[in-house]
């Protein structure tokens, strides 16, 4: 866990909610799952019969609840939720795009190495972060440079052990990884009102 970094924080955002989570406890179960993604990649995490992705079904669970609790509802309706392992190798990026379909989105970061700047490249490239926009376009037009009032933008620099989770038709990009170490993510979407099967 990052020294004095929250448990848990709800980050009221544009007409959005934001979750960040540092998860207790989750060096040993980060470290199964880093191996898991290396021998099950791609979807279907949730599937997967092991103690560690147990862990991880319970800190996402426990996320869901915050996150609705904060939003109002006052009893939480059903939800299920897919996931998936995402590795991130030198260079790769994932372009700008929300996710359809979903109701929330997120992601559990397993690994992040610390990043280099980009020798000889701009110094703005914001490597291994994760930037947030704002879906209102019209605020985004109207948005001035250094404005202390309005930002269009929420940059979060990932690390082992934090849980992210936003509304799903929030735009995000993950800029370029300039470590020559791969980052490892759980990436998860949750529908409301789903049977309560996740895979």
């Known amino acids: ?36 993604a290396e021998s099950h990649p791609g979807d279907g995490v ?37 996931a998936r392992f995402e590795t991130q190798n030198f260079g790769d990026y994932r372009g700008l795009a929300n996710q359809p379909g979903a109701d929330l989105a997120g992601m559990v970061v397993l690994r992040w190495p610390s990043q280099r700047s980009n020798p000889g490249g701009r110094d703005d490239g914001l490597p291994g972060t994760v930037s947030f926009y704002d879906p209102r376009v019209a605020m985004n037009m109207n948005a001035i440079k250094r404005d202390p009032y309005h930002d269009y933008h929420r940059h979060v620099k990932p690390r082992a052990g934090l849980l992210l989770m936003w509304p799903a038709y929030v735009s995000y990009f993950m800029h370029p990884n300039q470590s020559q170490q791969a980052a ?12 309560a099967a996740s895979v």
């Open 1 to 36: 866990m990052a020294m004095n970094a929250p448990a848990l924080e709800i980050i009221k955002l544009w007409p959005s909610v934001f979750l960040e989570k540092d998860l207790p406890g989750y060096e040993a179960p980060t470290q199964r799952l880093i191996a898991l």
């Open 184 to 195: 490892v993510r759980v990436a998860f979407d949750v529908q409301l009102h789903a049977r």
């Open 46 to 82: 949730f599937a997967i019969d092991d103690p560690c992705v147990v862990w991880l079904k319970s800190q996402v669970a426990h996320a869901v609840a915050a996150y609705l609790h904060e939003t109002g509802n006052v009893s939480a309706p059903q939800w299920g939720a897919r």
